[in-house]
Structures are given as structure tokens and as C-alpha cells.
């Protein structure tokens, strides 16, 4: 059974920085394209960051510049470092996995791409 768990959320000022992660288990983490969401409260979940089918990193238009997404297949794992932190940026933060390739650059950060996801990690900026 794939189960993704995802760490790093945690409470800080506007302008700081933190990483999430998110480790995939019961499955090789190659094996999967992975993504990260996003949902603030009385929202619905949002595509933050992902990979399109010829590896690229997608983001969305919201934290471009501000957030980075990386991998380490080694270790069956996820990363988000997010920095220039914003009270905006106060959400749940899920990571996502489908089985198989990743998606053109259109699809990569839908919500319906993809077929399994972790429980979430609180990110909570204050201002």
C-alpha cells in the first residue's frame, strides 16, 4: 500500500523560510510523479509545485521564485523549500503521487493528475 508522509510544516514569520518533506513508502519512489498542493482554510486545494513530463519543474504563478521543489530518489522522498514566506502562504501543504510518468505541463499541478496523497502538514505565516 503507498502511503505518503509529509513533514516541515510549522508556524513563522512573514520573510522566513521552511522545508517540507514528504517520504513515500510501499512503493519505489522512481516509480511515481509527485507533486505538492496546497489548501487555506474555506479554499480548495491548489497545485503549488510539481514536475511535467520531461522532468521540469512547474510552479504555480503564486510562489514562483519563492518556492523550489526537489527530489532525492535515494531516499523515496519529496522536497518543498519555500522562502519569502507570506501570510498568504498559510495553508495545509499535501504531497501528491500518481503511478507511472509525469503529465504534460498543463496537467502537472491538477488535482485530478493524481492518485494518492498524505495527510498534510500545517504552514501557518504570521505577519
Known amino acids: 500500500q503507498v502511503q505518503l508522509v509529509e513533514s516541515g510544516g510549522d508556524s513563522v514569520q512573514a520573510g522566513g523560510s521552511l522545508r517540507l518533506s514528504c517520504v513515500i513508502s510501499?512503493?519505489?519512489?522512481?516509480?511515481?510523479?509527485m507533486a505538492w498542493f496546497r489548501q487555506a482554510q474555506g479554499k480548495e486545494r491548489e497545485g503549488v509545485a510539481g514536475?511535467?513530463?520531461?522532468?521540469?519543474?512547474t510552479y504555480a504563478d503564486s510562489v514562483q521564485g519563492r518556492f523550489t521543489i526537489s527530489r532525492d530518489k535515494d531516499k523515496n522522498a519529496l522536497y518543498l523549500q519555500m522562502s519569502s514566506l507570506a501570510p498568504e502562504d498559510t495553508a495545509v501543504y499535501y504531497c501528491?503521487?500518481?503511478?507511472?510518468?509525469?503529465?504534460?505541463?498543463?496537467?502537472?499541478?491538477?488535482?485530478?493528475?493524481?492518485?494518492?496523497w498524505g495527510r498534510g502538514t500545517q504552514v501557518t505565516v504570521s505577519s
Open positions: 510501499g512503493y519505489d519512489a522512481y516509480r511515481y510523479c
Open positions: 501528491a503521487a500518481k503511478l507511472g510518468s509525469c503529465v504534460l505541463p498543463d496537467y502537472a499541478l491538477a488535482r485530478y493528475t493524481y492518485d494518492y
Open positions: 514536475y511535467t513530463m520531461s522532468s521540469i519543474t
